[in-house]
């Protein structure tokens, strides 16, 4: 018996034709984005940040993490933990929900 990827992140999520699973958060600061979540057959996944009003898309390669889903380069983390996720930017950190 397999685990569904919304059983794992404990949101609900829409599959993608591309085989992403979309998830749209809304967070503490106002800001609203679209997390795009791609899980190989192996090895780690990805997350693309699609915000909304701009243009802007990061992409994020997951990263080892003890607890929750975590996707982080640079100065740029997406955690996924439970039902909300934290997005930090340059050292500032705001809680995102579905």
Known sequence: MGLRLSTLLMVPVTLMS???VAEAYLCDDQTR???????PKQG???VELVFA???ERINLPQVASADGARY???VTEFW????QAT???ANKAT???P
Not at 80 to 83: A, E, Q, S, Y
């Open 33 to 39: 984005l679209t997390a795009l979540f791609r899980v």
């Open 44 to 46: 780690l996944g990805s």
């Open 18 to 20: 591309s085989g992403a």
């Open 53 to 55: 009003k701009s243009d």
């Open 72 to 74: 982080a380069a640079g």
């Open 80 to 83: 996924v933990k439970g039902t």
């Open 87 to 89: 997005l930090r930017r």
């Open 95 to 97: 809680t995102c929900r």
